[in-house]
């Protein structure tokens, strides 16, 4: 009736404590790697030389040469998420104009649904529909194939240049995280 | 995006200022109580959340929330409870009391058994819900919600001191580790553990057994059930260094059990059509707006010498003239996105009338799409209705559905 397993374990009296900020050390290792776009998808492939920006809010921007932006949530922010379970993409706002910090979409677990903002002013031109079937995209692959909307940049936005590089990025994750 | 977009209405007296102050209690984060089980939770690499004035786990590391729920509906999850209140309360009249301050029958309850039962104001609203085990004639044990824990405690003093001899019952708070055990692979877990046979521990009952093991003569009060629907088992160990043992050792079996965080307990028991109180149950709401109509024993039903508890008149009138209720309970289910608390809900023929409120929904691991448990106003609130939830600004489609949304497990005698 009782297993060897179980006389061993209850020998042992003390647990071990792993610090919060160990913990964090951590995380932060494995997230060093997953800052960057999936290079196999079409959010980094589309051209030759995109450039990654990003938001306070955990969104990303892969900006290429012609004016063309796609959007989605970060690796971060897809871990604290969770599973996806629904996205509500913006379809009949396609070819509509919107404005930096406006709602383009809701990403939404099992817990919680979290706005998406749009980081730039621009006009949506394609949502990514393979979403509505595989919404676990966002949490395999945010960077990538779990993109969320594409959009035409409107090259007058003032508030461009105030998107983080991926270096201030990490900076602002791993504060947040203290 | 983090910002959650979920955000609390209190629009409808229903949603009690009382209510919101009861669970959202401000603590800094330094003067968060810690369960017995805080160290284990952190070196399993739990995420610690403050909830009900607690550092409480709300999913361990390597499971997602997904994860942990069907895991539970499958095998057997670990639940540290053991922030929840426990109460002893025994003395002349005790049976008596307890029925003055809830609609239940004690004196019909044997030894061992216990009912799920709701403590009532004067106005016949829920002060808290909880389960009530009956140890002998006059000697009970109580558990209460944790959000609720200086609200009851100053409930029960007060009404102690205003019944007839309530100087001679004793009523005392205890700590300790609680766990909840759940899943259908419960038992074989737990018969791991003890000599006691739970073949013929049924549902509803409850008994003292021993814990082998743990160097100690002990018995440990257990009860059969739970807050997931599943078949399980609630194990009260007032010694913390068997209960830290006795948690770390059920993990053990890491192939049948894992430690389950509250996201978990919060999407289980809503396909289960439970209650959360601060959700579905509030000072303002009667058990039967709540549908709860089943916890007012039928036979405290009759004229005032059996219907003597805290409200009874109103909650009578309410069972006996259906039309003096104006909003009912019920569950709502939908595709897309999912309704969540505080949303509100209209008529799908008038748009422009709000006919009810959210009090949880979420989507649902178990039985796919959305699923909601509302207050809805009467006639909108028969099953098959269509309604319409206001989501982030949108109407959406939802539909009124029998609860439970999962179907209940529960090891009921034959």
Redesign the interface.
Known sequence: MFTRSFFKLTTSTTTTTIPKNRINFINLIRLQSTFKLNNNSIVSNYSKSPILKFTNEHEWISIHPDGTGFIGITNYASDALGDATFIELPIQQIGEEIKNGETISSVESVKSASDIYSPVDGKIIEVNEKLDDSPDLINSDPMGDGWIVKIKIDNNDPTLNDLMDVDSYKTFVENSDH | ??????KYTTNLKTFSKSTIKCYSTEVSEENLLKTPLF??H??L?ATMVPFAGYSMPV?YKDQ???QS?NWTRKNCGIFDVSHMLQHKINGPNTTKFLEKITPTDFHALKPYQNHLSVLLNKNGGVIDDTIITKHADDSFYIVTNAGCREKDIAFIKEELKNFPGGEQINHENFDGTLLAIQGPKSQEIL???TTSNLKDLYFGNSRFIDL???NTDEKFHVSRGGYTGEDGFEISIPNN?VG??FF??LL??DEIVKPIGL?AR??LRLEAGMCLYGHELNDDVTPIEASLNWLVSKSRRGDSSTANFNGASKIIEQINNPKSVSYKRVGLTSK???P?HGNKIFSAEDPSKQVGIVCSG??S?SAGGNVAQVFLDKPYNKTGTKVKVEI?GKLRDAEVAKMPFYPTSYYKSP
């Open positions: 995006m983090l910002r959650s977009s979920i160290d284990s952190v070196a690499g999913l997602t929330h997904i729920h018969s791991k553990f082998q093991g743990f260094k830290v043992e770390n050792a053990e079996y996201a919060d999407s897309g996105p999912s969540r979420s989507p691991p982030r």
